[in-house]
């Protein structure tokens, strides 16, 4: 499943990945068969989504492990997810959470977020994902309208690169005192330090960097 997942990433950054953590690595491989555990039904939407076409746009295993062993020690019951895809992170995120906990999902797609949705039926957790398709900063806008600000626990962004500052910003208007904001590929895949690289997306993730290295918030 890891392998599918970083085979995916190296085609897509053309190799750059492995000058960040070496495939071989004889540590990265322990660690990630004896760092966390996974749900069976989490294990079967890993496989599904990193068969995808699209697997860049898929979290790794222990990148969920990491969410969810933050979620569970801040006590997180609300949640919002800024890019769901096929909802795997969606699913670790929920099955985290305590029976009242609330995971909101903000995507575009309603092909890629119903690739999810039997998982989430069959983990028992349905119930527990608010599932929002429209832009996501709509949907944050709509939050902080009905008065949400200051609420959540904790806001994951893995969505489209040229927003990213301004999830940021609302996400921290969203965000509970000593809440915490996730944000996905904040190293890009290495190509920030290839100073010829300078599409919008790179920029975008190369500015925030910068933004949030002053920002005293």
Same mark, same amino acid.
């Given at each position: 499943?890891?392998?599918?997942?970083?085979?995916?990433?190296?085609? &897509?950054? @053309? @190799?750059?990945?492995?000058?960040?953590?070496? @495939?071989?690595?004889?540590?990265? !491989?322990?660690?990630?068969?004896?760092?966390?555990? +996974? !749900?069976? &039904? +989490?294990?079967?939407?890993?496989?599904?989504? !990193?068969?995808?076409?699209?697997?860049?746009?898929?979290?790794?295993?222990?990148?969920?492990?990491?969410?969810?062993?933050?979620?569970?020690?801040?006590?997180?019951?609300?949640?919002?997810?800024?890019? &769901?895809?096929?909802?795997?992170?969606?699913?670790?995120?929920? $099955?985290?959470?305590?029976?009242?906990? /609330?995971?909101?999902?903000? %995507?575009? +797609?309603?092909?890629?977020?119903?690739?999810?949705?039997?998982?989430?039926?069959?983990?028992?957790?349905?119930? /527990?994902?608010?599932?929002?398709?429209?832009?996501?900063?709509?949907?944050?806008?709509?939050?902080?309208?009905?008065?949400?600000? @200051?609420?959540?626990?904790? &806001?994951?962004?893995?969505?489209?690169?040229?927003?990213?500052?301004?999830?940021?910003?609302?996400?921290?208007?969203?965000?509970?005192?000593?809440?915490?904001?996730?944000?996905?590929? =904040?190293?890009?895949?290495?190509?920030?330090?290839?100073?010829?690289?300078? %599409?919008?997306? =790179?920029?975008?993730?190369?500015? $925030?960097?910068?933004?949030?290295?002053?920002?005293?918030?």
């Amino acid at each position: 499943m890891y392998k599918n997942s970083r085979e995916s990433i190296n085609r &897509v950054f @053309g @190799g750059q990945f492995e000058t960040l953590i070496p @495939g071989e690595s004889p540590i990265l !491989h322990y660690a990630l068969q004896n760092g966390f555990r +996974s !749900h069976p &039904v +989490s294990q079967r939407l890993a496989e599904v989504s !990193h068969n995808h076409p699209m697997a860049i746009m898929v979290a790794t295993a222990d990148e969920v492990a990491m969410i969810q062993f933050l979620l569970r020690l801040i006590h997180a019951k609300k949640v919002i997810e800024i890019g &769901v895809f096929t909802g795997y992170t969606t699913l670790g995120m929920a $099955l985290a959470l305590p029976d009242d906990g /609330k995971v909101i999902g903000l %995507d575009v +797609s309603k092909e890629y977020t119903d690739i999810g949705r039997p998982y989430w039926q069959e983990a028992g957790v349905a119930n /527990k994902i608010d599932l929002r398709l429209q832009p996501a900063l709509d949907s944050l806008d709509q939050l902080l309208a009905n008065n949400e600000a @200051g609420t959540f626990d904790f &806001v994951f962004i893995d969505a489209d690169k040229p927003n990213y500052i301004n999830y940021y910003e609302k996400s921290l208007q969203l965000l509970r005192k000593d809440g915490i904001l996730a944000i996905d590929n =904040t190293l890009w895949g290495g190509r920030l330090i290839n100073k010829s690289i300078n %599409d919008t997306s =790179t920029e975008t993730i190369r500015r $925030l960097n910068q933004f949030i290295k002053t920002d005293e918030r």
